[in-house]
């Protein structure tokens, strides 16, 4: 495994907080912490050929930009998780795809853009069944608690123009490394850099971008657990409880979802910490102050995808045409 010291840490801390969009970002990134330009690349480059830095580039608010997006959770037998799993990946929506420790061993996110024609009930429905799933649970956002304020935006937009689109598009590209690496962007948008700029700063007060940011492989990342902390909280105590939350900075954000039988916990946290005892610490510690004790924390024990959905790249469309076709071939059949 490649060695990582401090300031290759420095460095993936301050490319995971955000990523400035600058004429030249990484010199703004060097002056943060006290590196040069040349050498934030060098060592980007070197995290990158190791495979521990994976990308740098846009994250897009997939919901204001019409897309329908929801946690899945999967209850598979224990022999055929790794089939399940595979067969679930195929589905070009599915961005992130977890073994946790857990009865419902698979937790998949899912996101379709606005011309779905099956939905996302249906699509999960019918991953489950050609997966070989026992039993499905959705989880779909129904608040956001994040440090930074930021809150799932669930105002009704006009759909994107094809210009939009293409722009979308053009915006989840890799960003390069190297000294003015959005030249390329503009020029393929056919647009000097202060326009592209201003295009970018509307998509950003629209809410429709998030935030420019390098995505870390966790299995290689020698510093970091990723845990999803799930509590059961009484409804009246939601918000002083998840605001709470996130003020430890190893918490990067609560969400609301919907509870089941079976499932009694309704928020959920994301807990990243330099070790496993760390973050069970810190449930302890939460569970201590609040008396909130019902509570469970589920662990990646594998990683099977974690990805960025293409953005209107007719995948899904593809996908759901060979379902469809394929529904209507064995109703004929059948008659």
């Known amino acids: 495994m490649q060695e990582v010291d401090q300031r290759d840490r420095e460095l993936l801390s301050a490319l995971q907080g955000e990523v400035p969009v600058a004429s030249t970002p990484y010199a703004v990134i060097g002056q943060q912490i006290e590196m040069s330009e040349k050498e934030v690349l060098k060592r980007a480059e ?50 992130q795809n977890y073994r946790r420790n857990h009865d419902y061993s698979l937790w998949f996110s899912l996101a379709l853009p606005p011309d779905t024609a099956l939905g996302l009930e249906r699509t999960v429905e019918v991953l489950a069944a050609e997966a070989g799933c026992e039993a499905t649970r959705l989880f779909p956002t129904l608040r956001l ?53 201003e295009a970018v700063s509307r998509f950003r007060e629209r809410g429709q971008i998030r935030r420019l940011i390098a995505t870390v492989q966790q299995r290689k990342n020698p510093f970091q657990t990723n845990a999803m902390s799930v509590w059961a909280v009484p409804e009246d105590g939601v918000d002083e409880f998840a605001r709470g939350l996130i003020t430890n900075p190893a918490v990067l954000r609560c969400y609301v979802r919907p509870t089941y039988p079976d499932w009694p916990y309704n928020l959920f946290a994301t ?20 008396g909130i004790t019902e509570t469970r924390t589920l662990f990646p024990t594998r990683e099977y995808k974690n990805t960025r959905v293409a953005l209107f790249s007719g995948d899904n469309a593809e996908w759901e045409l060979a379902r469809i076709s394929g529904e209507r071939r064995a109703d004929t059949v059948a008659s």
Do not use: W
């Open 271 to 290: 807990i990243h910490t330099r070790s496993v005892d760390e973050c069970e610490e810190i449930v302890r510690e939460v569970s201590a102050s609040t």
């Open 145 to 197: 608690f994040a440090p930074e304020g930021e809150a799932e935006d669930a105002e009704e937009r006009p759909p994107l123009d094809p210009e939009e689109i293409d722009f979308v598009k053009l915006l989840q590209s890799e960003l390069p490394l190297q000294t003015r690496p959005f030249d390329a962007l503009a020029r393929r948008a056919s647009l000097p850099e202060d326009r592209f700029f």
């Open 46 to 95: 070197k995290l990158k050929r190791a495979g521990i830095l994976r990308r740098i580039s846009v994250v897009f608010n997939t919901r204001a930009l019409g897309y329908r997006t929801c946690l899945v959770a999967a209850r598979v037998r224990e022999e055929m998780v790794d089939h399940a799993a595979a067969t679930i990946n195929l589905h070009p929506g599915v961005f």
